[in-house]
């Protein structure tokens, strides 16, 4: 096969790993948009106390997804190497470690959640707006904790399918718990048909019932399917690991769990710097990344389908492609960037428009959404590159670039800015996100180095 084939076969894989995730990304940001919608006519406290539950509930999804991803490597390189019984041994491994996980942050989230939203309620702003924001978030976040042990598990099973590159079946069940989402949330928000209307507490319930019909679809489907899916013959029959496996996914399931968790409390601090220079900031942000959600979805599929097919080649032991396959694969996943953020700038003014809120915090929303447009190349590379490191088991590295320089750089820039400078929202913002180009330089760099390329199931 000529190189020119060659790169055309793994462009193909790659779209084929990449496509169900981008429509399963798609269709679910979409959704989201919606019961922002929704939620935002309810009123601007109502959209802020729900924005900042879920920036919280989204620190559980990365912990999760760090897990699931840190023995993700195995499944992947497993993959490449044929090893029905080492895929097994992962699945095995994600659905206690995700169960585990899940328990404590219920409990931990159950207990701290007043404590926790209330610390995005110290800026200017209306006092009793606050008070209203606070209830509502913690009403919210009491009701969402019922669907963390059935993410857990969804990822579980979900994260080994897409590890394998079948991502169609978690695309299918994730497209029927968002459409049993959407329609709880339009029942039970404004209390059609007879049902109460809820608010923000009705969104909570319809999320937690979509969660359970998610995972229900994942584990018939694939029970029922042990052809397709071989690792799931005799997968709870003997539920077993070995000793030294059970080390070894450890080892690279910690450091990869402890980077995502750092990563999103980094994400989560900056925030509530924004929102300590601004309340207003808190429901403008949650407008601007419902539409960044919704336009980022090309590029973040594409740099997670990078990472799986990465692990494939490096499973199989070839190391020397290993390279020049990532560097290609890397820019489809910045065209992709260019594109969205194209878009996404021309309706810059225009989305903010939707919302039941103040000119003033459409007026920010917009600035944001700019900024974020501008930034969204330089985020696909760095995205892409993060996945390409990470293929081959370096946790130290993945740690470097991603939660380090988080706290390091961005983290205590944010936090000088809102503490000790005047500077309005949109330049703080500005500045911040703005680092992503010293990122993106520093991920060119390390991919280039190749010290990243290891096959870890020899």
């Not at 020119?4 to 679910?28: E, F, H, T, W």
């Not at 800026?123 to 008070?131: H, I, K, L, Q």
């Not at 032991?317 to 489809?332: F, I, P, S, T």
Request: proline content about 3%.
């Amino acid at each position: 096969m000529t190189a020119k084939n060659s790169d055309r076969s793994y462009i193909k894989k790659l779209l084929m790993i990449a496509i169900p995730m981008m429509v399963q990304n798609g269709i679910s940001n979409f959704v989201n948009l919606l019961d922002n919608l929704m939620i935002g006519q309810v009123g601007t406290n109502a959209l802020s106390g729900v924005a900042i539950a879920n920036q919280l509930i989204f620190v559980f999804y990365l912990v999760i997804f760090g897990a699931t991803a840190g023995v993700g490597i195995f499944t992947a390189q497993y993959k490449g190497k044929d090893d029905t019984d080492g895929i097994r041994y992962t699945f095995r491994f994600k659905i206690v470690f995700n169960a585990l996980i899940a328990i404590i942050c219920t409990l931990v989230l159950a207990f701290l959640s007043p404590v926790l939203i209330n610390l995005f309620l110290l800026g200017e702003g209306d006092p009793a707006d606050a008070a209203e924001t606070l209830v509502i978030g913690v009403d919210y976040m009491h009701i969402i904790l019922i669907s963390l042990v059935p993410i857990g598990i969804t990822q579980a099973y979900s994260g080994t399918l897409r590890d394998l590159g079948s991502t169609k079946v978690p695309m299918f069940s994730s497209i029927c718990a968002i459409f049993v989402n959407l329609v709880g949330n339009f029942l039970l928000i404004y209390g059609h048909f007879g049902l109460p209307a809820l608010g923000a507490v009705g969104a909570a319930i319809a999320t937690v019932i979509s969660r359970f019909v998610e995972l229900g679809i994942l584990v018939i489907y694939t029970g029922k399917h042990p052809a397709l899916f071989p690792f799931i013959k005799g997968a709870f029959s003997r539920f077993s690991i070995p000793g030294k496996l059970v080390l070894r996914f450890i080892l690279k399931a910690l450091p990869l769990m402890a980077n995502e968790t750092l990563w999103s409390l980094g994400m989560t601090f900056i925030n509530q710097c924004y929102s300590y220079r601004s309340l207003d900031s808190v429901a403008a942000l949650n407008i601007e990344s419902t539409i960044w959600n919704l336009m980022g979805v090309a590029f973040i599929a594409m740099g997670e389908a990078v990472g799986i097919m990465m692990g494939h080649i490096l499973g199989a032991g070839k190391l020397d492609e290993a390279r020049e396959k990532a560097n290609k694969m890397r820019w489809v996943t910045v065209l992709c960037g260019i594109v969205f953020a194209l878009i996404m700038a021309s309706i810059a003014p225009i989305f903010p428009l939707l919302y039941n809120t103040s000119e003033y915090i459409r007026s920010l929303a917009t600035g944001f959404i700019l900024i974020s447009a501008a930034t969204m190349p330089f985020c696909a590379y760095s995205h892409a590159s993060y996945f390409i490191i990470r293929s081959g088991g370096n946790a130290l590295l993945t740690m470097i670039f991603d939660s380090v320089y988080t706290w390091v750089v961005t983290v205590t820039l944010a936090f000088y800015l809102s503490r000790y400078t005047t500077i309005n929202i949109t330049l703080m913002i500005a500045i911040v996100r703005g680092l992503e180009v010293f990122k993106a330089l520093i991920a060119f760099f390390f991919v280039r180095s190749g010290i990243w390329i290891r096959n870890i199931v020899k």
